[in-house]
């Protein structure tokens, strides 16, 4: 069964980073878009950040633009969220996507593929 494996999550002070990973096993991820979203409690699931399968193309959230980066190894099948001045609201469960549908979309809606996720707690 394909999976995608999230790690790097923590607690970490506001304005500190984090380096998330997200590892598919299987390659033919390598080929499909990708995107990070992230669900704080009673909130929605909202998309933070995606990259096209050969990384040309990276979407932002209005919210994250300038502190987070989006990248990728389609060698080593892996996906990655550097997030800089993080702020005491950012904390939340981060999940990874991929999508075989098309595009890089904004939407849960338009992934097929998700991780079980990995916490972030940002603390004062």
């Known amino acids: 069964q394909v999976q995608l494996v999230e790690s790097g999550g923590g607690l970490v002070q506001a304005g500190g980073s984090l380096r998330l990973s997200c590892a598919a096993s299987?390659?033919?991820?390598?080929?499909?878009?990708r995107g990070w979203f992230r669900q704080a409690p009673g909130k929605e699931r909202e998309f933070v950040a995606g990259i096209s399968w050969r990384g040309f193309t990276t979407l932002y959230a209005d919210s994250v633009k300038g502190r987070f980066t989006i990248s990728r190894d389609n060698a080593n099948n892996t996906v990655y969220l550097q997030m800089n001045s993080l702020k005491i609201e950012e904390t939340a469960v981060y999940y990874c996507a991929a999508t075989s549908l098309g595009g890089v979309p904004r939407t849960s809606a338009g992934y097929n593929y998700w991780g079980q996720g990995t916490q972030v707690t940002v603390s004062s």
């Open positions: 299987d390659r033919t991820f390598s080929t499909y878009a």
